[in-house]
């Protein structure tokens, strides 16, 4: 078989259609520039958003110190600071003219809004207000692109302009769901009733998270107090009447009980529920009928709810309803649910039935049957000790085995013996009935007193706080058995292990009295409220039980103790008088040492009052002794008590004198340096002061003024009197003494004094007032002289004002002459005064006065700003002008009041009028201001055709810029004029030459 | 009186001018970074009175700063670390790794001031 050559032959059936090559080559040329179009496109839109993005941070970046300057502005800044604060408020009103810099601060504002909080945020909300930046917002909302609104009403609310309330609202039912959801969250952001507001007017849905954000707005606003919500159950609107239970259900408000039970019979299912839950939740019992009728006709979610809400409100009585819904109900779920109700009203009445199996299939293996039964014997055996194990097992086994049930039984003889003794037991109290609840008393080989101290031996101790309101009963000794009934107050004692009693034997009492000791005892206090612990143990001891005689009562230690609140106060007492005998100087004491004082009244600063850290006590000593003795006593009593190392490195505290605003006090007199009492030689000066003037003990002196002697006199004895009892002092009479007047005038020329003088004295008297006596016995006081201040000239400063008043003759001008007249008024020589007066006489015919006093006027440091700002900057200037100026700013106003902008004028008034009247000067210059008022007038009323009320002066951001910006084209439009005017004046020759000294003045003025 | 030196590292640009300026009103040398890198390298030349710092902050973050801080250059400089609200967690964790004290966003600036004074108190 020959296999032919198999060929494929390429039938072409489809074959590529021709393109011509030229076509293709257009094709890609196309493909590959839209490809590059496009990538050029991407690459330059890339480029402008990061370079716009970029350009934005980096304003952001300038203006965010800004931002920092106005946040943290502080009332009590310095002037510097607030003339720096102004020139800020006028920089970024100029930046505020471009809209850029106005969404970049919007931006900026708006992010730090989300991170600062407290104080400083509520600051960005006002500067956000304060520069007009809510305008923008504002403008937002008149948008037609939702996107645009919707952010408007964003920024609005986050920045809480609370005017914006009004437009916001009208957004509340806008068809766009995105705007009135931002809407209805900024009603109800922006004021406490909005969310009252909210509720009525809205007609459409109110989505599930929308509710959500509503209730965390509404929850976190502060001092909100909700309304009542049930007044919107009534609402048209479901999801109103659904947000509305929901609040009710979140706040608490319990008093819609009749609304909630019409609503479970709403037709709409989440009503329904939201209302069952309210029920559920207040526990409105008088709605079970309702529940119960609406029932049959709820879908199954409601019925659960329904069945729920019955099981936490009903009673037994609706258990047959439930039982009627198990019987009735199809579905499962409501089945179980009512079910589970029964069980919650009756707990377990309704018992598990299915799935559960017989008991008959549950058989326990042999093997296991026995070796349980074979450990009971066995335990028995060890009670008994007679049982036949063998016996014993083989009985339980059977008994296992027909039970079904792991239970050891005993034999007949067995439980009948065990039944007798436990009778038997049962009428004994506390441990022996717990001692014999299992196992009988006779049996045990061994004592009961072993016993019980066998026990104690092996129980644990509980304690507890006992309180014993009754007597313990008493030891009962005729019965057999020991009563330990009185043993009450012992903490309550648990058997650890019953069966290694047994296996020890028997136990010697002496080995037992040492064990009592180790047995842990985990104690309280325990109070008594009528045994003391004394009476207690007196009771113990004429009423041992059997056991307790081979021991000590006082073995009894590990006891709690016993404290009785009487007693604990007698025995306290008691203590008290043992105390007595004790040697009081054995008593340790724990003291400081203190440290004696220079008695001094703190208030009343003198040269004794240092803080001296060695008692002298000048009060005491210079009473009644003459100087020397004084000096003598002094001395020696100093140095009796400390020695030369003590008095050299005596600490002194030196304090400033101070004294009170009495013009007649002593104190006034200047202490140069403080009296250092730091030893003999300060001692022998203060002595020294003492004894300079015996004669000054009166408490009037009548004084001629010139005396420099006197004078000195007078100091000397005003420190000396300062050490001097009261006792001397009081001898002084109220005359005054007029002493030798012995020098000449002009001897006295260049010893300035000067005096506070009393009024109610003659001019050349004096009045030193009667010493008031010491406040206590130990207080050296300050006599309460009355003596002026005496000023002695200075050298020194005779010298520099000679100085000065040359220079100023020499190189000063016309400018000097207030501070001249200032020298003037202060100056006290008539010396220095003429030749003061001479100077500016000399000043004088220089400069015509009235000009020179105008230039002196004092700076306003807003002249400066006024220089370089436009109408608008200056306008918002005298705001500032207003706010933190003072006269210096008086005279600049005046100024403005000329100005040739009206407003300005206008502006300049009303600055003028606000600060005249803050630095109460109102009645100045009334003349004055009629005469401006009445230039400006015209001006003015022009002016108001157009103007709007200004704003609180101290907030300069309150202008309307609008108006601004049209009052500027006014304004520019006038300054054209003027200076067209201007130039064709000035054109002329005469022209020139009348504004020539114009020209000059503004040079001068800068 | 010498300043007390601060290190303030905040990547908010914004807060940090504002924090950064309410420092310094306040009395202090602030020295400020917006990350972490350039805090880490901040501190290997000098250690400041007081670091303030975000938790989040881009190359090296709060929480590896005070790792750092404490465990490299075994310092005991008080830290704060600022952090957004319900970062409870990283809170949680920045007090085992040490920190002192912490605050959380929004900031309030003098709340901020009054805790650093008293964390410089109690050193």
């Known amino acids: 078989m020959s296999i032919p050559n198999l060929t494929y032959k390429n039938n072409l059936l489809i074959s590529a259609p021709k393109i011509d090559t030229d076509l293709l080559w257009d094709l890609s040329i196309l493909f590959i520039g839209l490809a590059v179009l496009y990538f050029i496109g991407v690459f330059f839109y890339r480029n402008r958003i990061s370079s716009a993005s970029k350009k934005v941070r980096d304003r952001k970046r300038e203006l965010s110190p800004m931002i920092s300057e106005f946040l943290f502005l502080e009332e009590d800044a310095t002037k510097d600071e607030k003339s720096n604060y102004v020139s800020l408020k006028i920089e970024i009103r100029q930046l505020l003219k471009d809209d850029f810099n106005r969404k970049v601060l919007s931006e900026i504002l708006l992010d730090l809004r989300r991170d600062i909080s407290g104080e400083a945020q509520q600051t960005l909300f006002k500067l956000y207000q304060d520069l007009g930046l809510h305008k923008d917002a504002f403008a937002k909302l008149s948008s037609w692109r939702w996107q645009v609104i919707s952010k408007g009403i964003l920024e609005l609310t986050q920045m809480e302009v609370a005017e914006s309330y009004g437009f916001i609202t009208k957004f509340i039912n806008d068809k766009r769901g995105t705007i009135r959801k931002q809407a209805e969250i900024a009603t109800v952001t922006l004021r406490h009733e909005g969310i009252n507001y909210f509720l009525d007017t809205t007609k459409y849905k109110i989505s599930e998270w929308q509710q959500l954000k509503l209730l965390d707005v509404i929850r976190n606003k502060e001092d909100f107090q909700p309304p009542r919500f049930k007044a919107w159950l009534t609402s048209n609107n479901k999801y109103v009447v659904l947000f509305a239970l929901r609040l009710i259900k979140y706040y608490n408000q319990n008093d819609a009980n009749t609304s909630l039970i019409e609503l479970v019979k709403h037709k709409n299912n989440q009503i329904k529920e939201e209302a069952i839950a309210c029920i559920k939740e207040f526990n409105v019992t008088e709605s079970l009928?309702?529940?119960?009728?609406?029932?049959?006709?709820?879908?199954?979610?409601?019925?659960?709810?329904?069945?729920?809400?019955?099981?936490?409100?009903?009673?037994?009585?609706?258990?047959?309803?439930?039982?009627?819904?198990?019987?009735?109900?199809?579905?499962?779920?409501?089945?179980?649910?009512?079910?589970?109700?029964?069980?919650?009203?009756?707990?377990?009445?309704?018992?598990?039935?299915?799935?559960?199996?017989?008991?008959?299939?549950?058989?326990?293996?042999?093997?296991?049957?026995?070796?349980?039964?074979?450990?009971?014997a066995e335990k028995h055996a060890e009670i008994t000790g007679e049982r036949d194990v063998e016996h014993f097992a083989e009985e339980t086994t059977e008994e296992h085995a027909s039970h079904n049930m792991a239970d050891m039984t005993l034999t007949k003889e067995e439980f009948n013996d065990i039944g007798e003794m436990e009778k038997e037991e049962e009428k004994k109290p506390d441990v022996g009935a717990y001692l014999s609840d299992t196992y009988p008393i006779e049996d045990i080989n061994i004592s009961a007193e072993k016993e019980a101290l066998k026990l104690i031996h092996e129980i644990e101790v509980i304690s507890e706080e006992v309180i014993l309101d009754e007597e313990p009963t008493q030891y009962n000794s005729e019965e057999d058995s020991w009563e330990i009934a009185h043993l009450d107050f012992l903490p309550i004692v648990v058997e650890e292990e019953r069966t290694e009693?047994?296996?020890?034997?028997?136990?010697?009492?002496?080995?037992?009295?040492?064990?009592?000791?180790?047995?842990?005892?985990?104690?309280?206090?325990?109070?008594?409220?009528?045994?003391?612990?004394?009476?207690?143990?007196?009771?113990?001891?004429?009423?041992?039980?059997?056991?307790?005689?081979?021991?000590?009562?006082?073995?009894?230690?590990?006891?709690?103790?016993?404290?009785?609140?009487?007693?604990?106060?007698?025995?306290?007492?008691?203590?008290?008088?043992?105390?007595?005998?004790?040697?009081?100087?054995?008593?340790?004491?724990?003291?400081?040492?203190?440290?004696?004082?220079?008695?001094?009244n703190p208030e009343q600063k003198t040269i004794f009052n240092q803080d001296l850290e060695f008692d002298l006590e000048p009060s005491h000593e210079f009473k009644s002794l003459t100087i020397p003795e004084v000096y003598e006593t002094t001395e020696n009593r100093f140095y009796d008590r400390y020695n030369n190392d003590d008095i050299r490195n005596a600490f002194v505290i030196y304090e400033e004198v101070t004294h009170e605003k009495d013009e007649h006090a002593l104190g006034d007199i200047e202490v140069i340096e403080p009296f250092v009492f730091s030893g003999k030689l300060e001692t022998e000066n203060y002595l020294e002061m003492q004894t300079r003037?015996?004669?000054?003990?009166?408490?009037?002196?009548?004084?001629?003024?010139?005396?420099?002697?006197?004078?000195?006199?007078?100091?000397?004895?005003?420190?000396?009197?300062?050490?001097?009892?009261?006792?001397?002092?009081?001898?002084?009479?109220?005359?005054?003494?007029?002493?030798?007047?012995?020098?000449?005038?002009?001897?006295?020329?260049?010893?300035?004094?000067?005096?506070?003088?009393?009024?109610?004295?003659?001019?050349?008297?004096?009045?030193?007032?009667?010493?008031?006596?010491?406040?206590?016995?130990?207080?050296?006081?300050?006599?309460?002289?009355?003596?002026?201040?005496?000023?002695?000239?200075?050298?020194?400063?005779?010298?520099?004002?000679?100085?000065?008043?040359?220079?100023?003759?020499?190189?000063?001008?016309?400018?000097?002459?207030?501070?001249?007249?200032?020298?003037?008024?202060?100056?006290?020589?008539?010396?220095?005064?003429?030749?003061?007066?001479?100077?500016?006489?000399?000043?004088?015919?220089?400069?015509?006065?009235?000009k020179i006093d105008n230039e002196l006027q004092p700076f306003s440091v807003f002249q400066d700003l006024f220089r370089t700002c436009d109408v608008e900057a200056k306008l918002i200037l005298l705001n500032e002008v207003v706010a933190v100026g003072d006269e210096k700013e008086l005279r600049f106003l005046e100024e403005l009041t000329k100005d040739d902008s009206p407003e300005i004028r206008k502006k300049a008034l009303e600055a003028l009028k606000e600060l005249r009247y803050k630095l109460g000067r109102n009645e100045e210059n009334s003349n004055t201001q009629a005469s401006i008022e009445n230039e400006v007038s015209q001006a003015v009323e022009q002016f108001e055709q157009v103007d709007e009320p200004y704003g609180n002066p101290n907030d300069i951001f309150d202008l309307n810029f609008d108006l601004s910006e049209d009052l500027d084209a006014d304004t520019d439009e006038k300054k054209k004029t003027d200076e067209e005017q201007k130039s064709v004046h000035y054109g002329s020759f005469f022209g020139q030459i009348c504004t020539f000294s114009n020209k000059i003045l503004e040079k001068l003025n800068g | 009186m010498q300043k007390k030196k601060l290190l303030l590292a905040e990547d908010d640009e914004l807060l940090a001018s504002l924090l950064n300026f309410r420092l310094q009103k306040g009395g202090y040398d602030v020295s400020l970074s917006i990350n972490g890198r350039d805090v880490k390298e901040y501190l290997t030349q000098t250690i400041p009175d007081i670091i303030i710092s975000d938790i989040m902050m881009p190359y090296f973050s709060g929480m590896e700063l005070i790792d750092y801080v404490r465990n490299e250059l075994k310092s005991n400089v008080p830290i704060i670390i600022i952090s957004s609200a319900g970062n409870e967690e990283n809170v949680l964790n920045a007090f085992d790794l040490g920190v002192n004290d912490f605050l959380s966003k929004p900031v309030s600036p003098s709340e901020l001031l009054v805790r650093v004074e008293r964390q410089l108190r109690k050193t």
């Open chain 1, 289 to 376: 009928d309702t529940l119960k009728l609406v029932f049959w006709n709820c879908s199954v979610d409601v019925k659960i709810a329904i069945l729920d809400a019955i099981a936490h409100i009903g009673s037994e009585a609706d258990i047959e309803f439930l039982n009627l819904i198990d019987k009735k109900e199809l579905n499962f779920s409501v089945k179980s649910k009512a079910l589970s109700s029964i069980n919650i009203i009756s707990p377990e009445s309704i018992m598990p039935s299915k799935g559960i199996q017989d008991e008959s299939k549950y058989k326990i293996p042999n093997d296991i049957t026995e070796a349980i039964a074979k450990m009971h």
């Open chain 1, 693 to 850: 003037d015996e004669e000054a003990k009166e408490n009037e002196v009548e004084l001629p003024i010139e005396n420099e002697q006197f004078l000195q006199r007078i100091v000397d004895d005003l420190i000396a009197f300062d050490s001097k009892p009261p006792a001397e002092n009081t001898q002084i009479d109220d005359s005054y003494i007029n002493p030798d007047w012995d020098l000449d005038e002009d001897q006295l020329e260049f010893i300035p004094v000067s005096f506070e003088k009393d009024e109610e004295l003659p001019n050349n008297y004096i009045k030193i007032e009667k010493n008031q006596g010491y406040r206590n016995d130990d207080e050296l006081d300050i006599p309460k002289a009355s003596i002026p201040k005496a000023i002695f000239g200075d050298i020194e400063f005779e010298a520099s004002t000679r100085q000065l008043l040359n220079d100023l003759e020499e190189m000063g001008d016309q400018r000097e002459i207030p501070f001249l007249k200032e020298l003037l008024v202060h100056e006290k020589y008539d010396m220095f005064k003429k030749r003061i007066n001479t100077i500016i006489d000399t000043f004088n015919h220089t400069q015509d006065t009235e």
């Open chain 1, 501 to 600: 009693m047994f296996q020890e034997a028997e136990l010697d009492s002496a080995s037992l009295s040492e064990k009592l000791f180790d047995i842990p005892v985990v104690y309280k206090e325990i109070k008594t409220s009528k045994k003391s612990k004394l009476s207690i143990e007196d009771d113990l001891g004429k009423q041992k039980a059997p056991f307790l005689d081979e021991f000590d009562i006082s073995e009894l230690a590990f006891l709690p103790i016993v404290v009785d609140s009487v007693s604990t106060v007698e025995d306290a007492q008691s203590e008290r008088l043992a105390d007595k005998g004790r040697d009081v100087l054995e008593i340790m004491v724990e003291y400081d040492e203190v440290l004696f004082e220079l008695p001094e």
